[in-house]
């Protein structure tokens, strides 16, 4: 157990429509990252969150959106969802804002039909 | 642009035989960190060890070793006396710490099976 929790374990839902997945850190990190991992496409960062800033970004599509709260938990928002939307969704977690080892939460399976 | 290539995309090999995964990574930083991690069948991502660009000492944890080696840019995992319940994907990451600062590269990842 990694000490990352994240909610919910399998999300179904149609195209066209917008979904929140939910990431609680460690206890301690500040940090706190979103990751996608699709059959055809690996593991891909999407964005970084260090004590509520936003910090670093990778291939995040504009209907998708995150934030980081006072709490440090985070939100995945994905909205207009698309079929090659579906795949499994990682928060991690670090304590510092770069280098530092992250930590992976169990993951949000998420299937759009 | 930092990149991390793992060319063996599956290996195969018998219980207690030795197995090494490559990994190569490219990056323009001169600090950086490369990273381990073990995603096994029920999915979750393990780590496994982290390495800074200044540390080149090998180490050796067990029966899991890591070659660290900055003139081919190669952080290579091997296990030694493989077992069963080392079937997983091995993925090889890298960190830039100032260009990308923040985002991490992973390779698309070394499918491990451990036959009995």
């Known amino acids: 157990d990694s000490g990352v929790t994240q909610t919910p374990k399998h999300l179904i839902t149609a195209t066209g429509q917008r979904v929140t997945l939910r990431c609680s850190p460690r206890?301690?990190?500040?940090?706190v990252y979103w990751y996608q991992q699709s059959l055809d496409q690996g593991l891909q960062f999407l964005i970084q969150y260090y004590n509520g800033e936003e910090r670093a970004k990778g291939n995040i599509l504009e209907r998708f959106s995150a934030q980081q709260f006072p709490d440090l938990h985070s939100e995945l928002n994905l909205s207009s969802l698309e079929l090659g939307d579906s795949a499994l969704y990682f928060c991690?977690?670090?304590?510092?804002?770069?280098?530092?080892?992250?930590?992976f939460g169990p993951g949000t399976r998420l299937t759009v039909l | 642009a930092q990149k991390v290539t793992q060319a063996q995309t599956e290996i195969s090999v018998v219980e207690k035989e030795d197995v090494t995964l490559d990994c190569v990574y490219e990056?323009?930083?001169?600090?950086?960190?490369l990273f381990w991690y073990k995603q096994p069948p029920s999915g979750e991502l393990v780590f496994l060890i982290r390495r800074n660009s200044f540390d080149e000492q090998n180490e050796i944890s067990g029966r899991y070793s890591w070659n660290f080696q900055k003139s081919t840019s190669s952080f290579n995992f091997t296990i030694t006396a493989s077992q069963v319940v080392d079937s997983a994907v091995y993925f090889c990451?890298?960190?830039?710490?100032?260009?990308?600062?923040?985002?991490?590269?992973f390779g698309d990842g070394t499918t491990l099976t451990v036959k009995p």
């Open positions: 991690a977690s670090s304590q510092g804002a770069r280098g530092d080892t992250q930590y």
């Open positions: 990056t323009r930083d001169t600090t950086y960190y």
């Open positions: 990451a890298l960190s830039e710490a100032d260009t990308n600062a923040g985002k991490s590269t």
């Open positions: 206890s301690g990190d500040l940090s």
